[in-house]
């Protein structure tokens, strides 16, 4: 059976496997990224033309794509319609982008950590994963201008707000010292913010891409936290010398996304019911979040660092002291409790030990502190075993 | 801008152009291969449960694969749900194909000529396409049997039913010997069916995969053609060695196909009103065909030979004193006709001047005449043009 060389880089997921047992109704989960169900807006579709069942067109449905150019600029992104892409969810286009850069040993830059399914993506092609430091408010500047001048990256990966799995969302300050250093090495950004909206403290940084002056760039976002995630619509944004390529890319991956979906977003995106949704989404989040950290006090404080996340869907905890949190996982399964050990959010898994990322939206609260005080417990009998 | 080394190999899409073209309401069009806007049927969406605006399994929906396994065991091949991969529209089994098995120099073994958009993936991914050319009742055994000894492709792509672009339909003989040389030389089959259920004669030969003793398989289908193409939901069926690759390819595109047109397609499926549906279609698309063979004979008789579909989308005309008919499109679309031109449709293009695919389902009746005779005339006068 001969397969293609990448197919021997496509690593048994673990994802899909603590995905898989966290289905098990019994189990407690703190694994997934899941909206909470409550929250799905009820939709309707009464009214949908049925010319949106004939093909269409690949860039995307137009009067879609002036929609999200014209929210785009309100952030202060500065674009045109013809620079919108509609994708099939928000992972098409690291896929896109996977294909338009990388060969085996092209070098890339990420945040260490970094988003899980990005990194399995851009590693299935070849990439070789340069990575920066995070900090509580962006990546380490000096860290990041020695790998610039020391590398050449075909694209910087970055996650700038809201970040799965950290939660860090860049201060001001470092998102223009980034756009000026990818200004200044003349490397690609690719901007992924499926988390922009959800924001628990009103703050609203305008996106890196808006502070470029030089560097090409590519910005991306979805329908799927903050609207339906099963409609797998996500749209990017690219400057005119990216776009024609990403749109021949997209047409031979499935020709066009799905238009019940884009119609669907339509009909939200801009609108006073889209706003007052997203309202709804942020104190729901909120008040979880806050449970979510009440109970981690109560059962981590010990254990475990954290930062409050100001928005997103999940905690990142370092543990005080640090074990290969991959080893928690049957344990903790045997305890009917999932989580994401943290160790496959970075390109080097195993000098990446002691974290862990809970999601804090999809749990039942009343089974919250169980959860909580189970998984502590995990904890403290591995590093007594490890201490043994 | 240092991009992949692969999209030098993108090529600018001439169907995008000629599509693009053939927008103008003016244009006469027998270009594309949309379905009838007439035929598109009138669906509900009313019963959807709000529970499928959620993520969703990378498998798909679990009764949906249930569905399509049992229509396929129906038509002979031996599959279980679990071989099942629902995906974004058939081109996608195309694009996890090519990353399954596709590395630059890849051998890979197809028809002459063979569906454009596969071609153009596979190349996209630097595949070596090594051709055998097609016989009225399907591909030349004994030169067939000669790349076999001669090269060891990685898979052999294969569309025996109502091909796009050439119409062939394989006979029952010619699909027994090709399964028995896919199996001797331990070939793997990827299938491609987007139109078994458009056939205007009643046969139902069934699929070579169910032929096969030993070579693995990708069975791939589509309801594009029979129900929605703007759902994008296709499926591929797989053999258990095949599968677990593929799954974890979808899931890596992107993450899972969208659940609404997942949900439509089980309305459909396997039920009454789909089979009254298809009768309805084909009746529909064998009157267009017979219109359009009289409107040919009319104009192209003294200028093309061609087979007379017995299912598909497509005319493949063949001309009498062949040119380059790319060297046709502009003084058609010249004269508001659109058509494709045959030489993409082959590996190397430059060596099949001559044919023409011309699509018999979408033109208005009322303007097929005089689409037809426009495009005779442009014929004639390249031909003219180059005696002189």
């Keep these: 059976m001969a397969f293609s060389e990448r197919v021997s880089r496509l690593k048994s997921s673990l994802i899909r496997e603590i995905l898989a047992a966290a289905q098990r109704p019994e189990v407690m989960s703190f694994a997934g990224g899941l909206p909470a169900e409550a929250m799905l807006p009820r939709v309707e579709w009464a009214?949908?033309?049925?010319?949106?069942?004939?093909?269409?067109?690949s860039e995307g449905e137009p009067a879609l794509r002036e929609a999200l150019a014209a929210e785009a600029r309100a952030l202060g992104v500065p674009c045109e319609a013809s620079q919108v892409l509609i994708v099939s969810g928000s992972q098409q286009t690291l896929d896109?982008?996977?294909?338009?850069?990388i060969d085996k040993g092209t070098e890339i830059l990420l945040e260490a950590p970094t988003y899980l399914a990005a990194l399995q993506i851009f590693q299935l092609f070849g990439a070789d994963c340069i990575t920066v430091p995070l900090q509580a408010d962006g990546p380490d500047l000096v860290a990041m201008r020695q790998r610039l001048e020391q590398h050449k990256p075909a694209f910087a990966y970055l996650i700038p707000t809201f970040q799965n799995p950290s939660a860090v969302r860049y201060s001001e300050a470092r998102r223009d010292a980034v756009a000026a250093l990818l200004d200044e090495f003349d490397v690609t950004l690719i901007e992924d913010e499926p988390y922009r909206e959800l924001n628990f403290d009103g703050g609203s940084a305008t996106p890196i891409v808006s502070r470029l002056k030089k560097a090409s760039w590519i910005y991306t976002g979805t329908m799927s936290k903050t609207l339906l995630p099963g409609l797998?619509?996500?749209?990017?944004?690219?400057?005119?010398?990216?776009f024609p390529h990403l749109l021949r890319l997209k047409q031979s991956a499935d020709l066009h996304t799905n238009r019940m979906g884009q119609w669907q977003a339509l009909q939200w995106i801009g609108t006073e019911h889209y706003r007052n949704h997203l309202a709804e989404l942020r104190d729901f989040y909120r008040v979880r979040r806050d449970a979510?950290?009440?109970?981690?006090?109560?059962?981590?404080?010990?254990?475990?660092?954290?930062?409050?996340?100001q928005g997103g869907l999940f905690f990142w905890l370092t543990l005080k002291t640090p074990l290969d949190t991959?080893?928690?996982?049957?344990p903790a399964l045997a305890q009917d409790v999932a989580f994401m050990p943290g160790e496959p959010f970075f390109a080097d898994p195993d000098a990446n030990p002691g974290y862990l990322r809970l999601n804090f939206s999809h749990i039942d609260p009343q089974r919250l502190g169980e959860g909580l005080k189970r998984l502590a417990a995990v904890v403290r009998q591995a590093q007594v075993a490890e201490a043994a």
């Design 96 to 101: 896109l982008a996977a294909k338009l850069y």
């Design 326 to 330: 991959r080893s928690l996982l049957k």
């Design 47 to 57: 009214d949908m033309p049925l010319a949106m069942g004939q093909y269409g067109m």
């Design 232 to 242: 797998r619509v996500g749209y990017l944004i690219a400057t005119p010398d990216l």
């Design 292 to 309: 979510f950290e009440a109970a981690l006090q109560e059962h981590f404080s010990d254990l475990a660092d954290w930062n409050s996340p």
